[in-house]
C-alpha cells in the first residue's frame, strides 16, 4: 500500500455505539479512512466484496454469523486481513478466531492507539495466504 493513500478499513460490529465509537478512532488516526460499517458477519462478508478495504475490524460475537466465521470466509476468498476484536477474554474463542485466520487480536477495552497501530501492523506485514 502507498504510504500517501489513507489506509481503508471496514468495521464491523453489532453494537451501534461501538461502531460509532470505533470510527471516531479511526477519524483521529493519520491516514485511515472507514470505508464501510457491518452490523454481523454475513453483512462483514458482503461488504467486503462490495468495498475492497485494506483491513477489517471485527467483533467476536454477533447475531446472523459470528465474527469467527465471518473472518474464515473473508480470509479464505478475499484476502483481507482481519484484526479481531472482544470484550470477553476467552482465550477459546480468541484462538477460534486466530485459527480462522485473523492476523492479531485487540480486546475493546485496550488504548485507542493499540487498535491503529494492529491494523497498520496487519496491513504492513501482508497477510500469508
Do not use: C, W
Request: charged share 25%; hydrophobic share 45%.
Amino acid at each position: 500500500m502507498p504510504q500517501s493513500r489513507s489506509l481503508r478499513v471496514l468495521i464491523v460490529d453489532d453494537d451501534p455505539h461501538f461502531l460509532d465509537a470505533l470510527e471516531a478512532v479511526f477519524a483521529r488516526a493519520e491516514r485511515v479512512e472507514v470505508v464501510g460499517r457491518a452490523a454481523n458477519g454475513a453483512e462483514a462478508v458482503r461488504r467486503t466484496a462490495e468495498l475492497g478495504p485494506d483491513a477489517i475490524t471485527m467483533d467476536i460475537d454477533m447475531p446472523i454469523m459470528d465474527g469467527v466465521e465471518a473472518t474464515q470466509r473473508i480470509v479464505e476468498s478475499l484476502h483481507v486481513p482481519v484484526v479481531m476484536l472482544s470484550a470477553s477474554q476467552s482465550g477459546e474463542r480468541i484462538d477460534e478466531a486466530l485459527a480462522a485466520g485473523a492476523v492479531a487480536h485487540v480486546y475493546k477495552a485496550s488504548p485507542a492507539d493499540d487498535l491503529s497501530q494492529t491494523i497498520r501492523a496487519a496491513v504492513a506485514q501482508g497477510t500469508p495466504y
